[in-house]
Nanobody, 126 residues
Framework: QAQLVEFGGGSVQAGGSLRLSCAAS????????MGWFRQAPGKEREIVAA????????YYADSVKGRFTISRDNAKNTVYLRMNSLKPEDTAVYYC???????????????????WGQGTQVTVSS
């Protein structure tokens, strides 16, 4: 049974940085896209970034372009999200996700993603 576990959330002041990690176990996600979503209180879950198996294709939400970087290490079955220049509006629970049968990254609907982590809180204060 596949599991995704996130690490690295926390509290930071505006302008600061955090790096999230997501370790997968139970299966490898070869040929599968992985990504990060977030959900703020009272809002729907939204995609933040996604990356193809090779790392050659990435997708970013407009709100994080130029500030966040997604990467993955397939040997470690791990995906990362480096977040710079954080803003208070980035405050949310961040979820790692993986697609079970596709390497397509431009899929923003959560229902298209098959595996989810438990989430990690990111809080950015002004």
């Amino acid at each position: 049974q596949a599991q995704l576990v996130e690490f690295g959330g926390g509290s930071v002041q505006a302008g600061g940085s955090l790096r999230l990690s997501c370790a997968a176990s139970g299966r490898t996600f070869s040929n599968n896209a992985m990504g990060w979503f977030r959900q703020a209180p009272g809002k729907e879950r939204e995609i933040v970034a996604a990356i193809s198996w090779s790392g050659g294709t990435t997708y970013y939400a407009d709100s994080v372009k130029g500030r966040f970087t997604i990467s993955r290490d397939n040997a470690k079955n791990t995906v990362y999200l480096r977040m710079n220049s954080l803003k208070p509006e980035d405050t949310a629970v961040y979820y790692c996700a993986a697609r079970g049968h596709s390497d397509y990254v431009r899929q923003g609907s959560p229902v298209a993603w098959d595996y989810w982590g438990q989430g990690t809180q990111v809080t950015v204060s002004s």
